[in-house]
């Protein structure tokens, strides 16, 4: 893992537990694979990985003879498993689900926060200072009877769908892999991405970023979202055309929470960072903090049932990252 990561999870104790389970020293952090140490590598029967994890190439698992199995206490695992762990036939698991749960938290409350218009209600009354009259302006919105569409039943998206029950709302979902009955069991009503934008006053994403998804909200899909609907994305940056999204912001015909953009950071003349339409956010939907704590213990409990020769509860296939971010 990352130098950083390994600082912060060992001053808040997230690796406290870590010696109990598996004999590791955890204040060995290795950032490199083809520059650590030869002799505890040739040992090393599971990788404990974070964010900022060395990629798993040929070469880095030549010097791994022992290796058994990737512990992931973070979410995709895409960015250091390569298809030679796959080959060797390396067990691999993430914590992912873990890390699910915030992005999802923070997803629920701006979908409530959006259809009271909250951040709008907020600045004009820091701009006034007097109390606005609610009732006459804001007649239009609340979160009765809305409609809520979900794009893509990933674990955050079913996560969203879970936490959205207990509200007065319609749920729309689009996602290919999801037929008729399994969205009957879901609670949500299946539609086509298209007809998704044009009814719903909130539509969120959980897509994964793959080649087939990239700007598949594009000008003509952002054009298709209803006058005051607003697009929420915590997934990827590069499933929305950002410009294309920008041009709707500005005339203030939409608006959006945009917890990842393209490019990751708007440049510092974008617009997105001043338009009272739009709440922009660091990527920070995701574990953060003591949340950060969750997808260790998890990825903890995987190297226990490993020690017991039990199989990974949060197992990853190469399967699965075909259509997984």
């Known amino acids: ?61 030549h010097r791994l003879p022992r290796l058994r199995a990737v512990v992931h206490a973070a979410g995709s695992v895409k960015h250091h498993v390569t298809d030679a762990v796959w080959r060797r036939g390396i067990a691999v698991s ?3 689900a873990a890390n699910a749960l915030p992005v999802a938290e923070f997803t629920l409350a701006a979908i409530l926060f959006a259809n009271k218009r909250v951040l709008e209600v907020a600045r004009g009354y820091a701009t006034a200072r007097a109390r606005p009259d609610l009732l006459p302006y804001f007649s239009g919105h609340g979160n009765y009877r809305r409609t809520v569409g979900i794009v893509g039943a990933s674990r955050i998206g079913r996560r969203v769908i879970e936490l959205l029950r207990p509200h007065d709302l319609d749920v729309l979902l689009h996602d290919p ?3 008729e009955q399994q969205a009957h069991v879901l609670g949500v009503e299946p539609v086509g991405l298209d007809e998704l934008v044009r009814r719903s006053d909130v539509v969120s994403i959980h897509a994964p970023q793959l080649p087939e998804t990239r700007h598949m909200f594009d000008a003509r899909r952002i054009a298709l979202l209803r ?11 590069s499933l929305v055309d950002t410009a294309a999204l920008t041009e709707h912001l500005v005339t203030g015909r939409v608006h959006a929470v945009l917890d990842v953009t393209e490019p990751d950071v708007p440049p510092a003349h974008s617009p997105l960072y001043t338009l009272p339409n739009v709440l922009l956010t660091p990527h920070m939907a995701g574990s953060l903090g003591n949340e950060l704590h969750r997808m260790t213990d998890w990825a903890i409990d995987e190297v226990s049932r490993y020690a017991q020769g039990l199989p990974f509860a949060h197992e990853v296939g190469p399967e699965e990252l075909s259509r997984s971010a």
């Open 227 to 237: 006058d005051g609907a607003t697009l929420i994305n915590t997934a990827r940056g």
């Open 1 to 61: 893992m990352g130098a950083t990561i390994h600082q912060r999870l060992l001053t808040e104790g997230g690796l406290d537990r870590l010696p109990s389970v598996a004999r590791v020293d955890t204040a060995t952090v290795v950032t490199d694979l083809t520059t650590a140490d030869a002799r505890q590598l040739a040992v090393a029967e599971v990788l404990f990985t974070h964010w900022g994890a060395p990629e798993l190439t040929e070469e880095a698992l």
């Open 177 to 179: 892999y999801v037929d």
């Open 94 to 96: 993430s914590a992912a």
